[in-house]
């Protein structure tokens, strides 16, 4: 039997990156880079941080969560990295050579690549029992293959956890549905997730079937609702100076932001929850700090990150303390 270690399990690190895509990134990403540096000053009161550069590693951008290993502890005691294939969120993006090669300069030791599976780090989250997957975005990637087959080879990778699926995304997402916006365990009792009552809302029909699959999960877990903003349209400023390519996702006015306060990042020490200049971010903050238990809450502005697709959860990686990194 093997252990599934969650986010916010004792003894981490973490990993972040920064970033410098020209044609992800505004003003030649920095922006962006002000952004991961405050991050990283921020969670180093609490974590080791390993703060990867492009000067010191090779990588293509920074969505650590959806390119490196998920971590489970054999009954030995020794750590696995289990390794998805990572193919650019079902070509959005196809610049990913150095992506794809990341986790084999810092992990080369510990990885286990899983039997023909497409997905990211993203696609999931677990409280070391119980997990949500997201199955719109699994298909996506796998369009081969049914569901039942689909379902057979995860539970297979994933096994020791159950495995519960929703079919269903974020009109926001560029991914497909990944389940960090959608839902997230910050404890082993407590999983929050997005939640709107405004029919207009055009992720409304989404969240009803979320909340519904939610309730079927073990009755011990707390099922905490959030406010979800509606699609969130940039500024002109918000895509100055990027340059689009053949390769990537264009970024231009008509490209949505998905705003989620669930794409957070939860650890055992502290929660830090995105912030979007919006009317909901106090009401979001309030009702995480409600069920943070002894952990310090703290916010941080996330909309920069957004603009490139992501959020706090989908930059940061956690680590086992004891696996040694080779750049610190």
């Known amino acids: 039997m093997v252990y599934w270690r969650p986010d916010f399990a004792p003894g981490q690190q ?11 990134w505004r003003q030649s990403a920095r922006p962006a880079r002000k952004c991961i540096e405050s991050l990283a000053q921020l969670l180093r009161q609490y974590h080791p941080i390993c703060l990867l550069t492009p000067q010191t590693v090779s990588y293509d951008d ?51 690549p899983v039997s023909k599976l497409i997905g990211e780090g993203g696609m999931l989250t677990h409280n070391g029992q119980v997990a949500l997957m997201g ?4 298909k996506s990637r796998q369009p081969e293959l049914t569901v039942k087959q689909l379902s057979r080879r995860v539970e297979k990778n994933l096994a020791g956890l159950e495995v519960y699926f929703f079919d269903g995304k974020l009109s926001a997402d560029e991914t497909s549905g990944h389940m960090d ?7 082993d009792d407590v999983l929050l ?27 011990e ?36 932001i998905c705003c989620s306060y669930t794409n957070l990042i939860a650890t055992d020490k502290v929660i830090v929850v995105p912030q ?4 909901t971010d106090e009401p979001a903050l309030d009702v995480i700090q409600r069920y943070a238990g002894n952990r310090k809450v703290v916010s941080h502005p996330a909309r920069e990150l957004v603009l490139g697709g992501g959020g706090l959860h989908c930059v940061s990686h956690q680590v086992p303390a004891d696996i040694a990194l080779p750049v610190i």
């Open 14 to 24: 973490i990993v972040l990156a920064q970033p410098y895509r020209r044609d992800v």
């Open 62 to 112: 920074i969505w650590m969560r959806d390119i490196l290993p998920l971590w489970y502890q054999e009954e030995s005691g020794e750590w696995r990295g289990l390794l998805m294939e990572f193919d650019g969120w079902g070509d959005v993006q196809q610049t990913i050579e150095q992506d794809s090669q990341l986790p084999e300069q810092l992990f080369a030791e510990q990885l286990y």
């Open 135 to 138: 199955l719109a975005a699994l």
């Open 181 to 187: 916006n959608l839902a997230l365990f910050i404890a």
């Open 193 to 219: 997730y997005c939640a709107t009552e405004d029919p207009t809302h055009p992720d409304f029909l989404t969240c009803q079937k979320l909340a519904e699959v939610i309730e079927q999960l073990p009755p």
């Open 221 to 256: 877990i707390t099922k905490v609702p959030l406010p979800l903003p509606k699609p969130q349209q940039p500024l002109a400023q918000d895509r100055a100076g990027i340059i689009s390519d053949s390769q990537s996702l264009v970024r231009d006015l008509s490209l949505p």
């Open 276 to 279: 979007f200049d919006l009317s």
